[in-house]
């Protein structure tokens, strides 16, 4: 059966990257703004929309070679910053042109108003021997400077954790211990046609196998978050018992908070901290679903000055690059620069100084990152080991997507002297 490109829904992909890339908007928030424009498109429609923003956004650099849009260069040419009418005109043209690439690939067929330009074999095969010349960055499609930095840090390690990195990313759920049982969760899910299965190291994690998507309504149930199965490991990682007082000062909008109270089971106190007061709300939401009692606050030297020694056990799930995350943030690549991580990295240590003093003589504190990359990681552990003292280093932990199939995670554990 023909596959048609319906036109409407090319223009709404055209428009999206016109917002990722010459906006700056996260591509996540760009397709999730889109599609809830258009509530009325079908699920067929809605797949092909995000399908074609996240593929263009996660090969941007190899699809400018393949669809004679430029080298792969960067920056990139007529794409941001443009203001006048005909650079508005060229930035269009740019991403019909990568569109276009990606669906002749996917082998729809090609429209009668296709606006990008046809391409004979003879100029294809032309385009894929230049992309098999050119360097990495731009054949995996990422910033130099990313690149730069990953091979620096990982060496040979650095191309598996890429091409792992580029992969789409499965959906995993994990199960809320405080309202159901996995089974029950896994039953219920399929008879609403998603066929899951158990997750080795990861006790109540689901992963959907099928394809098919779990609706917002299954997802505000309170049975189970959609939580990756590395970040499922940070919180078992804290080595949290019921009746302890536990802080996660980075806790955004909650998800390794939730399940620290499913850790809980209820017995004890939990305190969520964030700068931002709107991720918090969404906690509190969820929260409220789940079933948990989280006390909340945004951060401020009142109220860290308050809680001073308090705490049996702390989080700092702490602000990095995301590198161990491209697979769910692509757009992430293309960010990601030598200032942006040494930016990163000192608010790493400054986190860590500053949240340490949360944990009470004889408590515990871990450091996570959803990075791969050493420097957020290992350099930033043994740089605290030297300089806190009065923590003593226990253990660390790093979750390789090559390895794994599952996001990059590092975390390291400290427990404080007596």
Request: proline share 5%; net charge neutral.
């Amino acid at each position: 059966m023909a596959r048609k490109i319906h036109r409407l829904l090319a223009e709404a992909c055209v428009d999206t990257l016109e917002t990722v890339f010459g906006g700056g908007m996260v591509a996540d928030r760009a397709v999730g703004r889109m599609l809830g424009a258009h509530p009325k498109w079908g699920s067929r429609d809605r797949a092909f929309v995000a399908g074609t923003v996240y593929e263009v956004v996660r090969w941007r650099r190899r699809l400018e070679v393949l669809a004679g849009a430029g080298n792969g260069s960067e920056p990139l040419p007529e794409t941001a910053q443009v203001t006048t009418e005909t650079g508005e005109l060229a930035a269009r043209e740019h991403w019909w042109r990568l569109c276009g690439s990606l669906w002749d690939s996917q082998e729809f067929d090609r429209p009668e108003w296709a606006p990008w330009p046809e391409v004979s074999p003879d100029g294809r095969a032309a385009r894929e021997s230049a992309l098999a010349a050119a360097p990495r960055a731009v054949r995996a499609s990422l910033s130099d400077e990313f690149d730069a930095a990953g091979f620096a840090e990982l060496g040979d390690r650095w191309e598996p954790e890429l091409t792992a990195l580029n992969q789409p990313a499965p959906v995993f759920l994990r199960v809320n211990a405080m309202r159901v049982k996995l089974a029950t969760v896994r039953e219920e899910l399929l008879e609403h046609g998603i066929e899951t299965a158990p997750v080795t190291g990861a006790p109540m994690a689901l992963q959907v196998v099928n394809g098919r998507s779990v609706t917002a309504k299954m997802r505000e149930s309170g049975r189970f978050e959609i939580q990756d199965a590395a970040s499922q490991q940070v919180a078992p990682f804290l080595q949290v018992e019921p009746g302890q007082k536990v802080i996660d000062t980075c806790a955004g909008a909650g998800g390794k908070t939730l399940h620290l109270a499913a850790l809980l089971a209820g017995k004890g106190e939990l305190r969520a901290l964030d700068v931002e007061a709107s991720k918090l709300a969404i906690l509190r939401q969820r929260a409220a679903r789940a079933g948990a009692k989280v006390w909340t606050s945004v951060i401020s030297d009142e109220v860290l000055a308050g809680m001073a020694g308090w705490a049996d056990r702390v989080l700092v799930d702490a602000p990095c690059s995301g590198s161990g995350t491209l697979r769910r943030q692509a757009d992430l690549k293309y960010r990601i620069t030598a200032e942006s991580l040494a930016a990163v990295r000192r608010v790493q240590r400054e986190v860590l100084e500053k949240y340490s003093k949360l944990v009470r003589p004889g408590g515990k504190l871990v450091y996570a990152t959803c990075s791969v990359l050493p420097g957020e990681n290992q350099a930033q552990a043994a740089w605290f080991s030297g300089a806190f003292p009065d923590f003593e280093f226990e253990e660390d932990r790093t979750v390789s997507p090559a390895e794994s199939g599952w996001d990059g995670f590092y975390m390291a554990r400290w427990g404080r002297r007596r």
